[in-house]
């Protein structure tokens, strides 16, 4: 069965540094997602992108986020320069169409910020 | 304010059916029921939706009312695998957006 791929599973960084979080949705899906989830917290929506621009954006998502497609496979969360309160575990997910009965999420890539 | 309230957690013996039930009394006509779970920190898995009739596919079923201020998840045979947080979600279509709530921890047991 097709999957998302999350790279790297987890990742440890310093305050005040960049990290970015890569992903690589299934390939004939064309939308994409970022969630995610502090420990012990809810599931919190992130940003959809869609057509190579964000289609909808969280108040969470502020300008120290952005998203990236560069190539045809790969979705990437940056993060410009991160804060303790940034540790949380972030989901990729993507969807071949608009709903949200067809999302496949990855297996996530837990941040800690230092 | 929530749009859906679940029990906090349940448990279930393993083969047995597992019955979830999810609160919406305030679900409008065109917002449709999503259940989702989450194993162990793991990323969601859909499991299934509909609007206003029951479904069923190969994980479960959906037991909407007729009133559809609640429904019901059935996982018919459930497995310690079942094991996890189970997410109902009500929203309208259109935006594709996920919004979870805390969700019932289901734990089967041997």
């Known amino acids: 069965e097709p999957e998302v791929t999350q790279t790297p599973s987890h990742q440890v960084t310093q305050m005040g540094q960049e990290v970015i979080l890569r992903c690589v949705p299934i390939?004939?899906?064309?939308?994409f997602y970022w969630y995610r989830q502090i420990l012990g917290q809810k599931v919190e929506f992130l940003v959809s992108?869609?057509?190579?621009?964000?289609?909808?954006k969280s108040e969470i998502f502020d300008d120290q986020f952005s998203v990236e497609r560069p190539d045809g496979s790969n979705f990437t969360l940056k993060i410009r320069s991160t804060k303790l309160e940034d540790s949380a575990m972030y989901f990729c997910?993507?969807?071949?169409?608009?709903?949200?009965?067809?999302?496949?999420f990855g297996s996530g890539t837990r941040l800690t910020v230092v | 304010d929530a749009k859906t309230t679940q029990p906090t957690s349940m448990d279930c013996a393993e083969g047995r059916a597992a019955n979830l039930p999810c609160n919406h009394s305030?679900?409008?006509?065109?917002?449709?029921v999503y259940w989702y779970r989450q194993i162990h920190s793991q990323g969601p898995q859909y499991i299934i939706h509909?609007?206003?009739n029951n479904e069923t596919n190969e994980m479960a079923s959906l037991i909407i009312t007729e009133d559809r201020k609640s429904s019901t998840l059935i996982l018919p045979h459930a497995t310690l695998r079942d094991t996890a947080v189970y997410y109902c979600?009500?929203?309208?279509?259109?935006?594709?957006?996920?919004?979870f709530g805390k969700g019932t921890k289901l734990t089967v047991n041997p």
């Open positions: 997910a993507s969807s071949q169409r608009q709903g949200r009965d067809g999302y496949t």
């Open positions: 390939s004939n899906h064309l939308y």
């Open positions: 992108f869609y057509n190579n621009e964000i289609s909808e």
């Open positions: 305030t679900i409008s006509g065109n917002e449709y």
């Open positions: 509909g609007l206003k």
């Open positions: 979600i009500v929203e309208q279509g259109g935006s594709e957006k996920l919004v």
